[in-house]
């Protein structure tokens, strides 16, 4: 039991360059989400999906697109990234039945 | 739309004592979830304490308890006999449950505990 994993751990990307941030869970869980955290700011809501299928936009959509085609994993891309875009990142899933939060461990992602 | 405020950036405690970091959301919901995490310098988020807004009992895990007031939209941590493992950044998180599963967090209270 994996648990939540994130790759890759570290990237470093000049701007404009695309990206896509992978993310899966092998809990059988419905919702997952995506967070960006940045000093001062906490963590922030890219976008969460609460089931295969669908996506709904958070805090700070803008500049990322993600894609949840099965229930297992949920991926953050970035199309064109930008200085403003450097962070660490988290995904996340929930367990509706336990009502518990798994977090993956996180990419530290700069944009030169 | 949900917002949640954590209004002191930084916190400091000596250890053994009981330090309280605040927090307060904005919601129309009526039934939603609470949450405080932890966060050490390893990044990694360790759940302290969760409250579901029906229940009027306030939680409690161990040294962690929290006092929610549902109608003020208040959910403050205390945190007693304070320890040297306790330092780290605390976030206060909610969540509309029911099929959508919406999860916001707040921007963080560094705690340092001192010896």
């Known amino acids: 039991n994996a648990g939540v994993t994130q790759t890759p751990k570290f990237q470093v990307l000049k701007t404009g360059q695309s990206m896509t941030l992978q993310c899966a869970q092998d809990?059988?869980?419905?919702?997952m989400y995506w967070y960006r955290q940045d000093p001062g700011m906490g963590l922030r809501l890219i976008y969460y999906?609460?089931?295969?299928?669908?996506?709904d936009k958070g805090e700070v959509p803008n500049g990322y697109n993600v894609s949840r085609l099965n229930k297992r994993e949920f991926s953050l891309r970035l199309e064109s990234a930008a200085p403003s875009q450097t962070s660490v990142y988290f995904c996340a899933s929930y367990d509706r039945v336990n009502e518990k939060l798994f977090f993956g461990s996180g990419t530290q992602l700069s944009v030169l | 739309a949900q917002t949640v405020t954590q209004s002191q950036p930084e916190m400091s405690v000596q250890e053994a004592e009981t330090v309280t970091l605040s927090c307060t959301y904005d919601t129309s919901e009526n039934n939603y979830y609470l949450f405080w995490y932890k966060q050490p310098p390893s990044r990694q988020m360790i759940l302290v304490i969760r409250q579901e807004a029906y229940k009027q009992q306030n939680a409690t895990e161990n040294r962690f308890s929290v006092n929610f007031q549902k109608a003020a939209k208040s959910f403050s941590l205390k945190i007693s006999d304070s320890q040297l493992g306790d330092t780290a950044m605390y976030f206060c998180a909610f969540m509309k449950p029911l099929g959508t599963d919406k999860l916001i967090f707040g921007t963080g209270t560094r705690l340092q505990v001192f010896p």
């Open positions: 999906s609460a089931s295969e299928g669908t996506t």
């Open positions: 809990m059988n869980h419905n919702s």
